[in-house]
């Protein structure tokens, strides 16, 4: 049973803190939302670690929006529909694609500087694209320059305070209305805050895989704490591994960019031979989730850990400069990317679902609002389309202003919360459990699935229930709990779908059924599972 909050303190016993808005999260979404409330409103921005470490820093392929005179809005939305599998809300789909250029004009006015070619914005073309219409910055590294502008913008911005470090336990709720919520300091101690509005902004939950391409502090933590305070969580089943990513000995997980494909690179297996054109029409260029089993499939053929990506037969001073920072790190393990074959396989990489929201990011509680990979919008459906979170994060993060905007004062929460003096001890090490749990969710809950793996991962989950228990003080202890939250969320609903779409493949259920599956699963605390039509 997961409970309602995860320590054991009544909110009124705490020094409070009152803001106006409170964004948890400081990657492009919490930081793109905070720049805008901070227009007319003072900003309480809360991240756990720093405003330079988030998803964001690390997204190397672009932002997607319809720029050039010879793409077209209509191209965009069928390509997104396309790769979302028949799941996606189309209202919130022609709400990002009509709303993205505006978006975009934002970033560069907040100072983002993509790259320029001949005058004009450079564009690139990645997986399930049919057009060039990927902006992107210092040739692979779009997320670093978008969280170095933003970043700067909030840090000089009269009305924005930020909190490093910190950690938002939980969120206070009374009667379906978010009041604020439970705030750990690097020091331990604990302050009620307050706010009119709360957005979460938290980011991914990559974490919940041994291998991944997120950065350590993507646990699930928004996901996990909206759904303990009673918001419903939706479409966590989907879930995107990226098909290339580094795989060589001494080096780290480390992204090849969709971008690379998209400039002409080829797969190949350990044989040398091309094989995408036996998956997809699309070859390279095929979705991601098409990709990522393909490679996954030639890796048992020819009994291998990795694939290759190729891109040696594309000029050697493109590629430097096109992707600087994979060029760089490969180089680094004396891998040469304009001679050498790059050792690749797929790695957890994006959530599809998260915390449900309408057109204006309002989660199913009065007052919560979740933008960003937190948030399930309706845009990605089963399967994301590449650089549609960045262009996700900036149109949601504005429609979130315009309703908070509407917003009376929030009252005093009259909540009272007994103690359950949580007691209980955990003798095994946290950082032991969560490896734990990576390796059960890898074996069990990976690119493909069967209900009889995703049952006995479900069982072994529940072993781990105990930490719900236990007396929890620190952030690592926190971030479990949430990733266990998540874990058995996702693998529920990976075990109730009975068919295979998008980031969701199962091998007893191989085909798409959309006579009984084009829905959605929602799961809250207080109402249970609820299917939900597209």
């Given at each position: 049973m997961i409970p309602r909050y995860l320590v054991d303190i009544d909110h009124r016993q705490l020094p409070k803190v009152q803001a106006d808005i409170i964004v948890i999260g400081a990657g492009i979404a919490g930081l793109f939302t905070a720049i805008k409330a901070a227009e007319t409103r003072k900003v309480l921005l809360i991240t756990k670690k720093s405003l330079m470490e988030s998803n964001t820093r690390y997204a190397q392929g672009g932002i997607a929006a319809v720029i050039s005179d010879e793409d077209s809005p209509d191209y965009h939305v069928q390509d997104t529909l396309f790769a979302g599998a028949g799941l996606c809300s189309p209202d919130a789909v022609e709400v990002l694609v009509h709303e993205g250029p505006a978006g975009v004009k934002d970033l560069i006015r907040m100072g983002t500087q993509f790259d320029i070619e001949n005058g004009e914005l450079a564009l690139t073309k990645e997986g399930a694209h049919s057009q060039r219409r990927i902006l992107h910055a210092n040739g692979d590294a779009t997320g670093f320059e978008i969280v170095r502008a933003l970043s700067e913008k909030a840090m000089q911005h009269p009305n924005i305070e930020v909190w490093d470090e910190h950690f938002v336990i939980d969120l206070v709720t009374d009667k379906s209305e978010c009041f604020g919520g439970i705030v750990q300091k690097p020091d331990g101690q604990r302050v009620y805050v307050q706010g009119n509005a709360t957005v979460l902004c938290t980011g991914g939950a990559g974490q919940l895989f041994r291998y991944t391409t997120n950065p350590e502090i993507a646990t699930a933590d928004g996901i996990a704490i909206a759904y303990r305070a009673g918001a419903e969580i939706r479409d966590v089943e989907f879930i995107q591994f990226h098909p290339t990513v580094l795989c060589y000995p001494g080096a780290p997980r480390f992204l090849i960019s969709e971008a690379v494909r998209g400039e002409g690179a080829y797969?190949?297996?350990?044989?040398?031979?091309?094989?995408?054109?036996?998956?997809?029409?699309?070859?390279?260029?095929?979705?991601?989730?098409?990709?990522?089993?393909?490679?996954?499939?030639?890796?048992?053929?020819?009994?291998?850990?990795?694939?290759?990506?190729?891109?040696?037969?594309?000029?050697?001073?493109?590629?430097?400069?096109?992707?600087?920072?994979?060029?760089?790190?490969?180089m680094k393990y004396g891998l040469d990317l304009t001679t050498d074959w790059i050792p690749v396989a797929p790695a957890a990489h994006y959530m599809m679902g998260g915390v449900k929201t309408d057109l204006y990011g309002e989660t199913s509680l009065k007052r919560l609002f979740a933008c960003g990979e937190a948030s399930s919008t309706g845009v990605h459906g089963a399967n994301r389309l590449a650089s549609n979170s960045l262009s996700e994060a900036i149109v949601f993060g504005r429609r979130i202003i315009e309703r908070i905007s509407g917003l009376e004062p929030v009252g005093v929460c009259p909540e009272i919360r007994p103690s359950l003096a949580r007691t209980e001890p955990l003798i095994q090490p946290f950082v032991e459990k969560r490896l734990k749990l990576q390796k059960i969710m890898l074996r069990y809950v990976g690119l493909f699935r069967s209900g009889k793996m995703l049952e006995k991962g479900y069982e072994e989950l529940q072993r781990q229930l105990n930490v719900f228990n236990a007396l929890l003080t620190k952030r690592e202890e926190y971030e479990f709990a949430n990733l266990l939250t998540c874990a058995l969320l996702t693998t529920r609903a990976a075990l109730m779908r009975e068919e295979s779409r998008g980031g969701h493949c199962r091998e007893d259920f191989p085909e798409r059924n959309d006579d009984r599956w084009r829905k959605h699963l929602v799961f809250s605390r207080d109402n249970g599972i609820i299917e939900e039509s597209v």
């Open positions: 797969l190949r297996n350990i044989n040398g031979e091309r094989f995408m054109e036996r998956y997809h029409e699309q070859l390279e260029l095929a979705p991601r989730d098409v990709v990522a089993r393909a490679i996954v499939s030639e890796m048992e053929l020819t009994k291998s850990t990795f694939v290759y990506i190729d891109v040696t037969h594309e000029p050697s001073d493109m590629v430097k400069h096109r992707f600087p920072t994979i060029y760089e790190t490969c």
